[in-house]
Each structure stands twice: as structure tokens, then as C-alpha cells.
């Protein structure tokens, strides 16, 4: 079945610092979704990405979907303590109806 | 817009006991999954239905899982009987089927601890 990998696991950032995570699929996706998971949240919606190669800004994040459409990140600048949180990617392929999320990267931002 | 609501938001069972969760959907969304997150895991899906009728199902441990959506709006999820592994968030997620670049709507979720 298809498989979505995310690293890293844990980041531990300064704030002010980057942070990036990294999606990778077993199989190629016909898009990917983007979630983030307050501590003791629920997911919420960031992006979808459908296009190969496609690259979407929402002010400080930025999301890449691979040319191959089988991997994608998340990148933001210039963190802040707001940005504390799990963030998730979701795959769809195009066999399979059903969204496949990662495990998650859970980022803390130290002050 | 109201969001999709759950109830309860919290359950402790005992293990072999059974336990119910409800979701109401946003009005209008024809598609709704139940997710099941494990702590420190992503949410897997267990179910997904288009209205009343079930799309995929085959995640679904169904010799204890077992769900509806009798109306078309909102479903129950009931779990008889629980064990201690089934610890964990269930999610209800909604969303209107075919339109493109929209998410999923995640309810709050109702957290069900086994003991």
C-alpha cells in the first residue's frame, strides 16, 4: 500500500531560525496536502499542491512538490513561537481514493 | 461556517467495554472519514463515506469497529468490544467531493483512553 515518510521527527528550533521538513512517497502522488497540529489540536489545513514541480508561498512558509510528484517540503523562515506545532503531509495517489498522511514533524521553537 | 462537531470530547473505558463517538459534519458536505491518530503518529483513515454509503472501508477493523451515517449527515463510530490498543484521538473529517484544492475539515476530535 502506498507509504508517506516524513523527516525529521523532532526539530527543536530557535526562534528566528528556519525549519524545514521533508515528505517522501512510495508511490507518485496525484497531489499533497499540507496540515498543521496545535499541541492538543486537531489537523488544519495549510496548502494543496497538484502540479510537478509546483512551489506556493503563504507569507513565511514555503511548499515544494518534487518533479517526480513523489516528494515535497515544507519550508519556514524566520520561525516564531506561533509556529509550534505537528506538521503533517498527506498524499493522494492516483489508485488510491484515500489521503495518506506522514508521521509528522513535530517543531518546537524555543524563545 | 460551523465546523464538524464531535462528542464526547473525552472517553475512558475499561477494556472489553463498548464506546460510541458522534460527528456532525459541516452542512452540506457530502464526504466525512473517521480517522484514528495514535499518539505521535499520523491520523489513519478507517472509514470514508460519500452520503450514506460507504466509499472505502478497508482499513476498518471490523470484527470490533463498526460505523454509520444513516441519513446522510451525521455517524456514529462505536467500538464493542474495546481494547487497550484502540487508545487513542478519533478524528471526524469532512469535505465537499470533487472540489479541487480543498482540504479536509477536521472536528476536535474525541480522545479514548482503554484501561
Known amino acids: 500500500g502506498q507509504q508517506v515518510m516524513q523527516i525529521p521527527q523532532y526539530q527543536h528550533v530557535q526562534e528566528g531560525e528556519d525549519f524545514t521538513t521533508y515528505c517522501n512517497s512510495s508511490?507518485?502522488?496525484?497531489?499533497i496536502q499540507w496540515y498543521k497540529q496545535r499541541p492538543g489540536g486537531h489537523p488544519v489545513f495549510l496548502i494543496q499542491?497538484?502540479?510537478?514541480?509546483e512551489v506556493k508561498k503563504q507569507k513565511r512558509l514555503t511548499f515544494q512538490f518534487g518533479e517526480a510528484k513523489k516528494n515535497s517540503s515544507l519550508h519556514i523562515t524566520a520561525t516564531q513561537t506561533t509556529d509550534v506545532g505537528t506538521y503533517f503531509c498527506a498524499g493522494n495517489s492516483g489508485s488510491a481514493r484515500q489521503l495518506t498522511f506522514g508521521s509528522g514533524t513535530q517543531l518546537t521553537v524555543l524563545p | 461556517e460551523a465546523g464538524v462537531a464531535q462528542s464526547p470530547r473525552y472517553k475512558i473505558i475499561e477494556k472489553r467495554q463498548s464506546v460510541a463517538f458522534w460527528c456532525n459534519p459541516i452542512s452540506g458536505h457530502a464526504t466525512l472519514y473517521w480517522y484514528q491518530q495514535i499518539l505521535g503518529q499520523g491520523p489513519k483513515l478507517l472509514i470514508q463515506f460519500q452520503n450514506n454509503g460507504v466509499v472505502d472501508d478497508s482499513q476498518l477493523p471490523k470484527d470490533r469497529f463498526s460505523a454509520e451515517r444513516l441519513k446522510g449527515v451525521d455517524s456514529t463510530l462505536k467500538i464493542q468490544p474495546a481494547k487497550l490498543e484502540d487508545s487513542a484521538v478519533y478524528l471526524c473529517?469532512?469535505?465537499?467531493?470533487?472540489?479541487?484544492?480543498?482540504?479536509?475539515?477536521f472536528g476536535s476530535g474525541t480522545r479514548l483512553t482503554v484501561v
Open positions: 508511490t507518485t502522488l496525484s497531489n
Open positions: 473529517a469532512s469535505r465537499v467531493p470533487g472540489q479541487k484544492r480543498n482540504g479536509y475539515t
Open positions: 499542491l497538484v502540479k510537478s514541480g
